[in-house]
């Protein structure tokens, strides 16, 4: 009988030597080693040491996972059992007994969580392409004849808006662009909106945004469509989304971004009462200068007098003089020019504010009539003029049913015209309904 000899390996692995290949295995894969996954937290441990350890589980499968105390102490909010989130790290292998192991470095909710990792990665890509850069950037125009808005109709952006305009430049012209600013379907109007304004040629300047709002509020303006309309507008934008800690992709394309839409319409045009006193001091430093230039030029004119030859100095003296009254001239005519610039501005402002008082008066004096002619209707003295009349009792208590009198009492009537003393001499209850 032939006996079974077993083959041995010239050269077996040791424990060791698989589990550093296992490892090599998993820190070479670069699936592997910059990861997000998405799961639920179960069997949270927080030792004294600081590290995290837990499990990310989805219905029977798990994953251990670990977050070391550097990187648990920067979390934006510390998880618990239960919690729905996305943990960002690498797939290592646990030596000790040979298990692999989620490394984390990052650790998000999974709702927001999720929509902040999509617009970090369109972030990038929109930045790749060069949408945030400086060089594509417009200037927006020092003195904006007309501008336009693409916000909510009824919200509150477009009103402070209105407001910060009509105080600051009340000249320039303001036209809405209504449309949706939260939703699925505002993206889609909101570059419609945008597409529309750059159709017309009597627009200097957009605003694009809205009032404040949570960050699923907010979260058109991360639209990719809307920033790629931003980016290809011809006219140029100043964003104004949110409040001022609030930041979407929209700012970053914006040719200027503001914290909200009042601060929007401070940028968009000049302070009227500023661009006055500009004037006044330039015309004061022009008359200054033009006094410096004729008191200098009559010192080299006195002491020309005494170099040049008496025969010639009669013509000198007369070409100088000549030429101090045209730079006179020419002066007076460049204040009288800026005069004149500043009051066309300031009589149009006049005559806007005017208008715009008148409107409000008549609006006022309508309201008036109205409510006048409804307060003559309740009147209780136009009742008694058609035939009514009141009747109290002693008490000038008002009577309005028989059971509040009985037979002998006196009762008091309010005639339109005068009153009447009575006594009650029978009463019929009529039956309710």
């Avoid at 501008?147 to 303001?174: H, K, N």
């Avoid at 934008?237 to 970053?252: N, P, R, Y």
């Avoid at 009514?388 to 309005?400: E, Q």
């Avoid at 009198?405 to 309710?432: C, F, H, P, R």
Wanted: aromatic share 6%; with cysteine; glycine share 6%.
């Amino acid at each position: 009988m032939e006996l079974f000899k077993e083959t041995l390996p010239q050269h077996p692995y040791t424990v060791v030597e698989v589990v550093q290949y296992i490892k090599d295995i998993l820190t070479f894969e670069p699936a592997l080693s910059d990861i997000w996954v998405k799961g639920e937290i179960s069997d949270l441990n927080r030792p004294y040491s600081g590290h995290l350890y837990f499990k990310v589980k989805e219905e029977n499968n798990t994953i251990n996972c670990v977050i070391f105390k550097n990187r648990a102490i920067n979390l934006e909010s510390q998880p618990k059992n239960g919690d729905e989130v996305l943990i960002h790290g690498k797939i290592d292998i646990y030596p000790k007994n040979s298990t692999y192991q989620l490394i984390g470095d990052q650790l998000k909710p999974a709702g927001i969580g999720l929509m902040q990792l999509e617009l970090e990665h369109l972030k990038a890509r929109l930045g790749k392409e060069g949408l945030f850069d400086e060089e594509h950037k417009k200037p927006t125009p020092l003195f904006p004849k007309k501008i336009g808005v693409v916000t909510s109709a009824t919200g509150a952006a477009i009103q402070d808006i209105i407001r910060v305009l009509s105080e600051r430049y009340p000249v320039v012209e303001v036209l809405l662009f209504p449309t949706l600013v939260q939703g699925n379907e505002a993206p889609t109007q909101i570059v419609t909106a945008i597409q529309m304004a750059n159709q017309r040629s009597d627009l200097d300047l957009l605003i694009v945004g809205r009032g404040g709002g949570s960050i699923e509020e907010l979260w058109s303006f991360n639209d990719e469509s809307v920033a790629r309309a931003i980016f290809a507008s011809q006219i140029p934008i100043i964003s104004a989304v949110g409040h001022e800690t609030d930041v979407t992709l929209a700012d970053f394309v914006a040719d200027y971004r503001s914290a909200t839409p009042s601060s929007a319409a401070e940028h968009a045009v000049p302070d009227q009462h500023e661009l006055k006193r500009k004037i006044y001091d330039q015309e004061s430093r022009l008359l200054q200068n033009i006094g410096q230039i004729v008191k200098f030029l009559r010192t080299d004119l006195r002491a020309l007098e005494h170099q040049i030859p008496a025969e010639r100095q009669l013509n000198r003296i007369n070409r100088l003089r000549q030429k101090i009254g045209q730079m006179q001239l020419t002066s007076q005519n460049i204040i009288k020019q800026k005069i004149h610039q500043l009051k066309d501005i300031v009589n149009h402002c006049q005559q806007k504010q005017m208008l715009s008082i008148k409107d409000l008066k008549q609006d006022k004096e309508t309201k008036l009539r109205v409510n006048a002619a409804k307060l003559s209707q309740l009147n209780p003295l136009g009742i008694l003029e058609r035939g009514y009349s009141i009747v109290s009792n002693s008490n000038r208590k008002p009577i309005t049913n028989t059971a509040s009198v009985e037979i002998g009492d006196t009762v008091y009537i309010k005639l339109a015209q005068g009153k009447l003393t009575s006594q009650v001499i029978s009463k019929e209850e009529i039956e309710s309904g």
